[in-house]
Structures are given as structure tokens and as C-alpha cells.
């Protein structure tokens, strides 16, 4: 399995995840069956191609910037997935799809990114889930963002109780993915903490969060739903500028943790 054949793998899921949003989309009450099996199929789809990589690279698929969205559009998929089935946001499905074409379209367009070695500090037992519980956490925060502007679009506060939840399930998965960052830099590098500019914006985007839930825990008036709203978008931008954003400061270009 190789990034050559990408491109059928990512069309039929697309076709099956677009089926299953249309299919959500046009239910206006409890959850499409239909839609359910698609999007799971899809998702299968997609997983085989990430194992089938994963088994020809001899490595785990998380080395490279190209290599994360692979992950970062599965987990997407799969938290919309789960969103719509738990709580029947039949509009959700098709924000998470948007989302992970867009990551599928640039990893199409620019596949010279992929193909890296792996390097031997991250050769570890920390790397597989540090990275993928942090994947999984910015696809809970994804969720949580696209509901947010839909509430603020809404102006309701009906989507609150849903990304509280979202935030709270992210928050521990990212908590984790720091934690055991720490320990994988100490066995690596020697210091738990070093306060590069990864690690500095990680620190800030967990920050977010944490004011958010604690807003929320202080603060239950649905006349400041808009100011939580727009708390969750803050966030969702910071985590951005975690993940990819910081390789583009000039102070990031020695730093251990850029794509490169």
C-alpha cells in the first residue's frame, strides 16, 4: 500500500461519506440507518488504506505534516459520525465532511510531502499514541467548533449541553496527548518540558479549553451562550496554530517538533 493509490481509497470514501451526509441531511428527525451504514463503510475504507500504509512504510503513518491530516480527516469523519448518532445534528455529518475533503484535497495536491524516514527520537513507545490521542482530541474540538458557529449562527443555545461534552471528552484525550509528551520528550531529550514554540502553543490551546469549561462549570446563563460560542472558535483557532500553523514562524524552525 502506497500513496500512489490514495486517490481511489480517498474517492470511495468520499462517495460514501457524502451518500450518508446527504441521506442525515435529509431526515428531519432521529437517525438515518442508511446513513449510519454508509459513513461506517466509508470509514472502513479509509482505515484499510491507513493499515495498508502503515504495514508498507514499516512505520506508523504519523511522521510527516501529510501523514497527520491523513489521520486528522478519519477522526473528523468519525467524530461527526459519532455526534450525529449520540445527539441526531443532522447538519453535522456535512460540516464534517467538508472538513476532512478539504484535508483529503491537500494531501492529493501535495503528496511530495509524505514519504520521510523516521527519525530515531521518534522510534518510541510514546509516539503512536501521543500522536493519535491528540488526532482524535482536535477532531472533538472540530466537532465542538462546527457547532459552536452553527449556534452562533442560530443564535441558540441549544448546541451548548453537546460542546460541553465534546470539549470535556477532547480536553482529557488532549491532556493525555500532552502528558505523554512530556514523558516521550524526557526519554528522548532528557527534559520533560523545554517551552518550544510547539510545546508554547500547546500549553495556550489547552489553556483555552480549560477557560471554557471553567466558564461553563461558573457560568450556566443561555445570554452568554455567544460569548461560549466565540470562546470555542478562539480555541479551534489556536489548536489550528498548534498543529501546522507554528511551522511557519521563524522562531519554529528549529524546533524538534516541525514537519519537516
Not at 442525515?24 to 495498508?52: E, H, P
Not at 478519519?74 to 456535512?94: A, T
Amino acid at each position: 500500500m502506497t500513496w500512489e493509490i490514495f486517490l481511489p481509497f480517498a474517492l470511495v470514501s468520499l462517495v460514501l461519506w457524502t451518500a450518508g451526509a446527504v441521506l442525515a441531511a435529509c431526515r428531519r428527525k432521529g437517525v438515518s440507518r442508511a446513513s449510519v451504514i454508509l459513513t461506517a463503510c466509508g470509514i472502513a475504507v479509509y482505515a484499510v488504506f491507513i493499515g495498508g500504509l502503515w504495514i508498507s512504510l514499516n512505520r506508523p503513518p504519523l511522521r510527516t505534516l501529510g501523514e497527520t491530516r491523513l489521520w486528522y480527516s478519519l477522526f473528523m469523519i468519525l467524530s461527526g459520525w459519532i455526534v450525529y448518532c449520540r445527539w441526531h445534528y443532522r447538519l453535522i455529518p456535512v460540516f464534517s465532511l467538508v472538513v476532512a475533503t478539504v484535508f483529503i484535497v491537500i494531501n492529493i495536491v501535495h503528496p511530495e510531502i509524505h514519504d520521510q524516514s523516521l527519525m530515531p527520537a521518534l522510534q518510541s513507545l510514546w509516539f503512536v499514541p501521543h500522536v493519535t490521542v491528540y488526532m482524535f482530541s482536535y477532531s472533538l474540538f472540530g466537532c465542538a467548533f462546527l457547532l459552536a458557529v452553527a449556534g452562533l449562527w442560530r443564535h441558540s443555545a441549544d448546541y451548548l449541553p453537546s460542546t460541553d461534552r465534546l470539549v470535556a471528552i477532547g480536553m482529557a484525550f488532549l491532556t493525555f496527548g500532552m502528558l505523554s509528551g512530556c514523558f516521550w520528550a524526557k526519554q528522548a531529550w532528557g527534559s520533560y518540558w523545554s517551552w518550544d514554540p510547539k510545546e508554547t502553543w500547546a500549553a495556550a490551546t489547552w489553556c483555552a479549553y480549560l477557560v471554557y469549561i471553567h466558564r461553563r462549570l461558573c457560568c450556566h446563563r443561555t445570554n452568554q451562550s455567544a460569548i461560549s460560542y466565540v470562546w470555542l472558535i478562539v480555541g479551534f483557532a489556536l489548536l489550528q496554530m498548534c498543529w501546522y500553523g507554528v511551522n511557519y514562524l521563524p522562531s519554529a524552525q528549529g524546533s524538534m517538533h516541525s514537519y519537516k
